[in-house]
């Protein structure tokens, strides 16, 4: 049995093969939906099953490093296992396995040609972002990096027949090169004089401090894009509902998060320093991000539009809680520094569950009614229970309610500003407060943009006749959602063990372990800092809950009889109460957009007191696509038809080109 | 020993808390028949209610989902739940390691988020309208809550009920300025999470400007009861709160029952003083328009926060 | 200063005078006769140099030149402007008098500018090397003035006559076969340009420069 | 040296004979067979000097060595595959009656020159012989833009002559000078202008002089280059032209010229020992690189594009040329070798794409992967290939660049940034509708050949992912020499 003399690293190579392989054999007999679903999509999810657990398997042991005999002659592939790695490929495998096993049903039941290409790019997809995760030199992970892009492209404009997502996949796939380009240049800085490209060298590189943050910036510009940090946020929002569900599942739950490796890695372990003021820019930029996504969120009518903006809010939170990290390391305070680096990464597997959870749901109410807005959906509840039931999870958890995993992280995350006060730099100290209290007021919002998503297309009324129709997800799909779910509750109810594995991938770059600290009391409490401090036990937590409501139920039961008669609603004296009266999408934004006001830029269409079918738009659009993309578009066209003057089809003039060019250099000569 | 006596107090706080939870709901609405020179229903109106309640039929909407029927049960856990956290009378509660304040605050959201899906489950106008209208309050008002606890967290430097009530009861008298500001927030969101005027009435049925009401208005029988019962719980515990951060004396320590009766004293004296201060503020103040209440809650926030500036400034 | 340098300085200066001539001259068929002029001063001048150093080679060179840009090349394009019958037409110039004035300025630039070189040059005929370049410059500047197509022509020709004077006069010449190489070019570079005219013609039907824009940035 | 002269005979004699059949009906079929043996020749050349190393022929008058020959053996395989898809296409033209005969008779005996023409500028010593074999291969081309007798057409080749012609007088003068200088060291005659000898004396050739035929050889050939603002030609002559045409100019004439410039730098340099030439290639290549991208998203012809796109990339070696150093120089011959390899292959599917829907205007082309999937997949990846899509070996070369130029000119890399992030939005932004969306085109009567784009793709994907060890050696070796 050579797999198990292989080491991990073995393993996780050869993994990535067998999904190229998988992919190629896609292409086998592409018109066949069941042999993709019910051979290749279930063999990809065993793979990321074998792939999460080797994840944990690995997280605590010393790293590893291979050289591959691929590559520039001088720069052999190399790849490399640590504690950040292999958290990362845990993330990766146990997010993937739901989300192939949601794939299997998925693209077996939608009727179409083409899937057997699609199955290359998802695996494609998928082995790329394993390779992100381990390379260890700057050419191997440019590769990864830009063939990840190119993969989640091509899956994204799946549909290319349809105009605006061909436009979607073309801004996508622009923001992701341009973002490249800064991660290479800031490699390019980091090999320092020595030109060498691994990242071992750049490890012991010594950078004069302009141009370590230089380096820092560049990373933080290139990533940010590719993770949606503002302003690089527009793709998003336009990518996200183009692709087809699972894929954007695995783009907003996963490749996000290689993002966020990225950046880590640069940061605490590339780059020989850090400096104060890189943290607060990352918080700064993640807290502006994390309120702008969850308003943006609030008023989206679109259910994935609605779920991608969700998504940068996140992206924000995460990036805060790297800043906050950032901080604490430069004012050598480990423990707080452990604090939120375990945050950040609990909240990126937190975030990788639960959201492509609800991604997936999505994709069985489209898949059962062929309909994206919220505006024509509701009711579902009573159609698809499954689905309902599942995403009622997610939502929670996404909405930051004990005892979900969405809350672990926002309170581990909270601990560590709670206690950041001492801080030798004052304006630090003041610039707490405000941030906690951003990022409070984000998390809280995200609460009210999860009741609307999930009430407006779960609850209520069919706001359409032909919702009737709508089926349950398949047999394939459950397991996938059911899968992801049990992830939520399982991160929720269980954190005390997740902080210990976390502890080992913190360890090495903060040198502190948040899990043995005095007072940690047991397995049932997480208590950061202190028990007398703070501490959090989610199962006691649930127990108490779960036996309350059991101990009042049983005694109303008991005491009082249990008679129950249906009626109609309560119509307030209004007879034709119908589904149209319920609050639409829209309707339920209303309020933020009222709120927030200045930062949307909406464009209103109001009906004339004569108007025969009198109708009304809102539409609230992102006020920096037109301060900021459009202008750059403008400015590249303006520029170009200056350029273009230089052609005018003239001979002469082009002889008087080359006569000029001669004298000028002839002069320059002298 | 030790963990059976712990849990005795345990319990018997809470179902003090759950118990008395109606009286001070009764008592609040007797003061303010005084203050409206009414004689009003007796402090045990409440209970009578509930009583009716549990005794009429459950008459359910068509097409109400089962979240629709669980969310009361759940509503009214959370709520005793939330009784068993909160320190009334001693602070040696065995519970409340399992939770500190960002989770109280947690529950309260797990509580209310149930009760709007629940409200936009029958899918009238009046349900989806009640939920988007709580939810907009909850979500300013959870922040500010959030802030108000902040400042005694970094006073104390611990998050847990327990070491806060502990350290502010139990050491040399000192003025906060900061406290003072959180005391006001907190007082605002009080009214507004507990829906009492200026942001929402309890006596109301004008459909136009009623939040919780319409929430519940697909409720009968036994479930309104569990939520009218939760309501009141909930009034309670944040009195409760109110007097662990910012009145704390007189509690009982871990540990010293003979004080115990001594707390029971003071905290009905507390609780007395609060509800009728609560029926002043309510008679003095009128409801305002449901979009003025963003500008209320903001302001709430605004005095957190600065609660807490001042703290970081002047370290008290 | 021995008598072949004198020579030599005598045609150098001919050459820049039918340089400017051209650079002045509306009639193609006039233009066409001072490029076979051209022709036989290098020719001479060839014969000259070779005879005052012995330079073997440079009588083939001065045969070939002899042959190639007196006889053939005009004959050509004496044949073409008849077959195109554009002989008797005459350019619109744009005002002469700026255009010598420029033409004086380069010559002064190319002077200075071969200055340091030809203080290194070993050979007899130092100062040359700046005649050959204003030659070449000047070609190029009738080319940048003229309109129709065979002038232009006529112009780039001039500036390889320019060439090979400065090929000839500062360096004995180029090796022989690099020589023959250029010279079989020219031959069918003007060749390719004769099946052009027609081409030409049959597409715009007219030798007007001013027809060929279309292609542009628009 | 009997394979040089095989390598140069070959297509010698292959123009002579398709002189007089070349209007058969079989004339393609025996133009394939003559560049087949030119591969087949060079193949054994490359062999050779994979065993002996460098060899020199005809008393040094030809001569190989590491930068030369895998030139020559990319310029024989990119002039084979390219006839492979003359074929067809051409095939496809004369039945569409946009040629006739006697036009295919000089199309395939000029082919033949042209690339005798480059492979005796790649391989000769003699910078004389280089110059003659430049200005050759002009007029080999010349008739082949106004191959179509349109008015374009005729334009595009009437400016194409004069403007290369101009320019490459120039570089004769230069050349001239070369000479003057250099008789003084090593005496009059035939080896006073052979690189090898110029190359072991450069450092005692005459600065002043150097440097002034330095800017003449970098006007003339640079004009070939097609750096701007001496590459006007560039676009016409290459949309006009037949699309096999513009494959080769595009992959092969540019390279060369280039060739011509870099083996000019080497003497210079060494005579000057100052950065003059290193740093007027900067800037030209910077130039061309900025220009060319802004011109891009100006483009209506799919042919046009594709050739500023040649001249942006000519700019980028040219640059990476001009910083010099081991790893921008390996990095620049790499560019070189992917940039012809997939920028023929992309010709050839957009020729294919023009040919179906009957127009090079891009905003008629539409929907190719429906219609057409092998020629829209083609097109898709090489476009984005020569965008620097990794895993692709125009990445390789252009991380290696744009990482040295980091450390070397910071300077210039925000100018690179924008213009790479220009030109990724012009391109990928108007090939992306031509492959994807909705479309309703006819089929090709002679099916199109495309196993040369996905042959040339498949090289450059496995230039990007492992380069063979004897190339990257030459590379070595040429970076080593070029300095």
């Given at each position: 049995m050579p797999a198990v003399t292989a080491s991990p690293l073995e393993v996780v190579l050869g993994i990535v093969l067998f999904w190229l392989a998988i992919g190629l054999a896609g292409l086998l007999r592409p018109q066949?939906?069941?042999?993709?679903?019910?051979?290749?999509?279930?063999?990809?999810?065993?793979?990321?099953?074998?792939?999460?657990?080797?994840?944990?398997?690995?997280?605590?042991?010393?790293?590893?490093?291979?050289?591959?005999?691929?590559?520039?002659?001088?720069?052999?592939?190399?790849v490399r296992l640590d504690g950040l790695s292999a958290f990362f490929l845990l993330l990766l495998g146990g997010a993937s396995a739901g989300i192939s096993c949601y794939a299997a049903g998925y693209f077996a039941d939608v009727k179409q040609s083409g899937w057997g290409l699609t199955c290359l790019q998802y695996h494609w997809f998928l082995a790329s972002m394993t390779m992100v995760l381990i390379a260890d030199d700057a050419y191997l992970f440019m590769v990864a990096w830009e063939s990840m892009a190119l993969a989640s492209y091509f899956l994204v404009t799946t549909d290319h027949k349809i105009p605006e997502i061909r436009s979607a996949g073309f801004l996508y796939l622009l923001i992701a090169h341009v973002g490249a380009i800064g991660i290479l240049l800031c490699f390019g800085v980091m090999r320092g004089e020595g030109g060498e490209y691994t990242f071992d060298f750049m490890r012991r590189a010594d950078l004069p401090l302009?141009?370590?943050?230089?380096?820092?910036?560049?990373?933080?510009?290139?990533?940010?894009?590719?993770?949606?940090?503002?302003?690089?946020?527009?793709?998003?929002?336009?990518?996200?509902?183009?692709?087809?569900?699972?894929?954007?599942?695995?783009?907003?739950?996963?490749?996000?998060?290689?993002?966020?490796?990225?950046?880590?890695?640069?940061?605490?372990?590339?780059?020989?320093?850090?400096?104060?003021?890189?943290?607060?820019?990352?918080?700064?930029?993640?807290?502006?991000?994390?309120?702008?996504?969850?308003?943006?969120?609030?008023?989206?009518?679109?259910?994935?539009?609605?779920?991608?903006?969700?998504?940068?809010?996140?992206?924000?939170?995460?990036?805060?809680?790297?800043?906050l990290a950032i901080i604490f390391h430069v004012y050598d305070n480990p423990r707080l520094a452990a604090l939120?680096?375990?945050?950040?990464?609990?909240?990126?597997?937190?975030?990788?569950?639960f959201k492509s959870l609800l991604f997936l749901s999505t994709g069985s109410v489209l898949h059962a009614t062929r309909e994206r807005n919220l505006g024509r959906l509701g009711g579902l509840i009573r159609n698809m229970p499954w689905v309902a039931a599942l995403s009622l999870v997610g939502t929670l958890a996404i909405a930051g309610v004990p005892p979900l995993n969405g809350f672990v992280s926002e309170w581990l995350l909270l601990q560590a500003f709670l206690f950041s006060p001492g801080l030798p730099n004052p304006y630090l100290n003041m610039l707490v407060p405000v941030s906690t209290a951003a990022l409070v007021l984000a998390a809280a919002l995200s609460g009210y943009v999860m009741v609307k998503f999930y009430g407006v297309i779960f609850l209520g009324l069919r706001r359409e006749e032909r919702l009737i129709e709508a089926h349950d997800a398949g047999r394939w799909e459950r397991a996938g959602l059911a899968w992801l779910a049990v992830g939520c509750v399982a991160l929720g109810i269980f954190p005390v063990a997740i902080i210990h594995m976390l502890d080992a991938v913190t360890l090495p770059f903060v040198n502190y372990a948040i899990g043995e600290n005095p007072g940690a009391a047991g397995w049932l409490l997480i208590a950061p800092i202190a028990a007398e401090r703070a501490s959090y036990g989610p199962l006691l937590f649930l127990m108490g809950v779960v036996g309350a409501v059991l101990l009042t139920f049983l005694t109303v039961r008991w005491v009082y009889h249990g008679r129950l008669r249906r009626s109609d609603p309560w119509d307030c004296g209004f007879p034709e109460q119908n589904a149209r009266m319920q609050d639409t999408a829209e309707g339920f934004g209303q309020p933020i957009k009222q709120i927030f006001e200045p930062f949307f830029r909406i464009r209103r269409h109001l009906p004339s007191p004569f108007d025969a079918k009198p109708s009304y738009s809102a539409i609230a659009e992102d006020r920096l696509w037109y301060w900021l993309y459009v202008p750059v578009a403008r400015a590249n066209e303006k520029m170009a038809s200056v350029i273009g003057m230089l052609q005018r089809g003239r001979i002469h003039v082009y002889l008087l080109y080359s006569f000029a060019t001669l004298i000028v250099l002839l002069m320059f000569v002298r | 020993m030790a963990y059976l006596e712990s849990f005795s107090y345990q319990l018997a706080q809470t179902l003090i808390v759950v118990v008395i939870a109606p009286l001070l709901l009764g008592w609040v609405n007797q003061c303010r028949a005084w203050l409206q020179n009414r004689s009003g229903a007796g402090v045990l109106q409440p209970y009578r209610v509930l009583a009716k309640l549990f005794q009429k039929d459950v008459v359910l909407a068509h097409g109400a989902s089962p979240l629709f029927r669980f969310s009361p049960y759940l509503q009214f856990g959370c709520m005793v739940l939330v009784a068993s956290i909160v320190p009334v009378i001693e602070t040696n509660l065995l519970f409340a390691p399992a939770a500190d304040v960002i989770a109280l605050v947690g529950i309260f959201a797990l509580a209310r988020i149930f009760s709007a899906l629940a409200a936009m489950d029958v899918g009238t106008a009046f349900g989806s309208l009640g939920a988007r209208r709580e939810m907009l309050v909850a979500s300013l008002s959870e922040p500010a809550l959030l802030m108000v606890f902040f400042t005694p967290l970094l006073i104390v430097q611990s998050s847990s009920l327990n070491t806060i009530v502990d350290t502010l009861a139990h050491r040399e008298f000192a003025l906060y300025p900061s406290l003072a500001f959180s005391a006001v927030a907190f007082t605002m969101v009080l009214l507004a999470e507990n829906a009492r005027i200026p942001i929402d009435n309890p006596a109301t049925h004008l459909e136009l400007t009623m939040i919780h009401e319409a929430l519940i208005l697909e409720y009968s029988g036994r479930h309104l009861a569990l939520i009218e019962w939760a309501t009141a719980v909930k009034l309670t515990v944040y009195c409760a709160l109110g007097i662990a951060l910012f009145a704390p004396w007189g509690m009982a320590q871990a540990g010293q029952w003979q004080l115990v009766p001594v707390a029971v004293m003071v905290l009905a004296l507390k609780l007395a003083l609060a509800g009728a201060g609560l029926a002043l503020l309510e008679t003095l103040s009128a409801k305002m328009r449901i979009f003025r209440a963003p500008e209320f809650l903001g302001m709430a926030f605004l005095l957190a926060v600065l609660g807490m500036l001042i703290y970081l400034l002047l370290g008290a | 200063m021995p008598i072949s340098a004198q020579l030599i300085n005598l045609m150098a200066a001919l050459l820049l005078l039918i340089a400017f001539a051209m650079l002045s001259q509306r009639r193609i068929r006039s233009l066409i006769y001072l490029f076979g002029w051209q022709g036989a001063v290098l020719a001479a001048n060839c014969v000259i140099v070779a005879w005052s150093t012995g330079q073997g080679h440079l009588y083939y060179s001065a045969a070939l030149t002899l042959v190639l840009k007196v006889i053939v090349l005009p004959l050509i394009l004496l044949y073409l402007i008849r077959r195109l019958n554009v002989q008797w037409d005459v350019e619109t110039l744009i005002n002469i008098p700026t255009t010598m004035l420029f033409g004086i300025v380069l010559v002064v630039f190319a002077f200075n500018l071969s200055l340091p070189i030809s203080q290194l040059a070993g050979t007899i005929t130092r100062s040359t090397l700046g005649i050959a370049m204003a030659i070449v410059l000047l070609s190029f500047l009738m080319m940048l003035t003229r309109r129709k197509a065979v002038p232009q022509v006529i112009g780039f020709l001039a500036m390889e006559n320019g060439l090979f004077f400065a090929a000839t006069s500062t360096t004995y010449g180029m090796p022989m076969v690099v020589e023959l190489g250029i010279a079989l070019d020219v031959l069918i570079g003007v060749l390719?340009?004769?099946?052009?005219?027609?081409?030409?013609?049959?597409?715009?039907?007219?030798?007007d420069l001013r027809h060929m824009e279309k292609l542009k940035e628009d | 040296m009997n394979e040089i002269a095989l390598v140069l005979v070959a297509p010698l004699v292959g123009g002579l004979v398709l002189a007089f059949s070349g209007g058969w009906t079989r004339a393609a079929l025996i133009n394939v067979l003559f560049s087949l043996l030119t591969f087949v020749f060079s193949a054994l050349l490359t062999a050779r000097v994979i065993e002996e190393g460098p060899i020199t022929?005809?008393?040094?008058?030809?001569?190989?060595?590491?930068?030369?020959?895998?030139?020559?053996?990319?310029?024989?395989?990119?002039?084979?595959?390219?006839?492979?898809?003359?074929?067809?296409?051409?095939?496809?033209?004369?039945?569409?009656?946009?040629?006739?005969?006697?036009?295919?008779?000089?199309?395939?005996?000029?082919?033949?020159?042209?690339?005798?023409?480059m492979l005796l500028a790649l391989l000769t010593n003699n910078m004389g012989v280089?110059?003659?074999?430049?200005?050759?291969?002009?007029?080999?081309?010349?008739?082949?833009?106004?191959?179509?007798?349109?008015?374009?057409?005729?334009?595009?080749?009437?400016?194409?002559?004069?403007?290369?012609g101009v320019g490459i007088a120039q570089a004769l003068f230069g050349t001239i000078l070369l000479y003057f200088a250099a008789e003084k060291v090593l005496g009059a005659g035939g080896t006073a202008l052979l690189w090898t000898q110029l190359n072991a004396v450069k450092g005692s050739l005459e600065p002043t002089v150097l440097s002034l035929a330095f800017v003449f050889l970098l006007v003339g050939y640079g004009t070939k280059v097609g750096l701007v603002p001496l590459h006007n030609w560039l676009p016409d002559a290459h949309a006009e032209g037949p699309t096999p045409i513009s494959a080769v100019l595009s992959g092969l004439l540019l390279n060369v010229a280039l060739y011509a410039v870099v083996r000019c730098k080497v003497l210079v340099d060494g005579a000057l020992g100052t950065r003059f030439a290193g740093d007027l290639m900067i800037g030209f290549g910077l130039l061309s690189v900025i220009v060319a991208a802004f011109f891009l998203s100006r483009q209506k012809d799919v042919k046009r594009l594709f050739a500023y796109s040649s001249i942006e990339h000519m700019g980028l070696m040219t640059f990476a040329f001009g910083m010099g150093g081991p790893v921008a120089t390996f990095a620049a011959l790499l560019h070189m070798t992917v940039h012809s390899l997939t920028k023929s292959a992309i010709f050839f599917a957009v020729g294919h794409a023009a040919q179906k829907s009957g127009t090079q205007m891009m905003d008629q082309i539409r929907g190719l992967v429906i219609t057409n999937p092998t020629i829209g997949w083609g097109l898709m990846l090489g476009s984005l290939a020569i965008l620097g899509m990794p895993p692709f070996g125009v990445f390789a070369s252009e991380f290696l660049i744009l990482s040295t130029a980091m450390r070397e000119v910071p300077w210039a890399t925000p100018i690179l940034l924008l213009a790479l992030g220009v030109a990724f939005a012009a391109i990928f932004g108007k090939v992306q509708p031509m492959v994807f969306g909705e479309t309703s085109l006819p089929r090709l009567p002679h099916p199109p050949a495309l196993m040369p784009v996905f042959v040339h793709l498949g090289l450059v994907l496995m230039l990007g992912l492992f380069i063979p060890p004897y190339l990257a050696e030459w590379y070595r070796q040429a970076a080593a020499l070029i300095g």
């Open positions: 066949r939906p069941e042999f993709l679903g019910r051979l290749l999509y279930p063999l990809g999810a065993a793979g990321g099953i074998v792939l999460a657990v080797v994840g944990v398997a690995s997280i605590a042991l010393p790293w590893k490093a291979m050289v591959l005999p691929l590559g520039l002659p001088d720069l052999p592939f190399h302009f141009w370590g943050s230089v380096a820092y910036l560049l990373a933080l510009f290139g990533f940010g894009a590719k993770a949606g940090l503002l302003p690089m946020h527009v793709w998003l929002p336009e990518a996200h509902p183009a692709a087809p569900s699972p894929v954007s599942a695995l783009m907003s739950g996963v490749m996000l998060k290689t993002a966020i490796y990225g950046l880590l890695r640069v940061t605490f372990d590339l780059l020989p320093f850090q400096i104060w003021w890189w943290g607060v820019i990352a918080l700064a930029f993640g807290l502006i991000t994390a309120l702008f996504g969850v308003m943006f969120a609030a008023v989206q009518t679109d259910m994935k539009r609605l779920l991608a903006y969700s998504s940068i809010e996140n992206i924000g939170i995460i990036v805060a809680g790297v800043g939120a680096f375990v945050a950040t990464l609990y909240h990126c597997i937190n975030h990788a569950c | - | 390719i340009l004769g099946i052009f005219f027609f081409q030409v013609r049959g597409a715009f039907d007219s030798l | 022929g005809f008393d040094a008058l030809f001569f190989v060595d590491p930068f030369n020959v895998f030139l020559v053996a990319l310029t024989a395989f990119v002039a084979f595959t390219t006839a492979l898809f003359s074929r067809p296409y051409m095939l496809n033209e004369q039945q569409r009656g946009k040629l006739t005969a006697r036009m295919m008779r000089l199309y395939h005996s000029m082919y033949q020159m042209f690339v005798f023409t280089l110059w003659v074999a430049m200005e050759a291969a002009t007029l080999t081309t010349v008739l082949l833009v106004s191959l179509y007798r349109t008015p374009a057409s005729i334009e595009a080749a009437w400016k194409y002559f004069i403007l290369c």
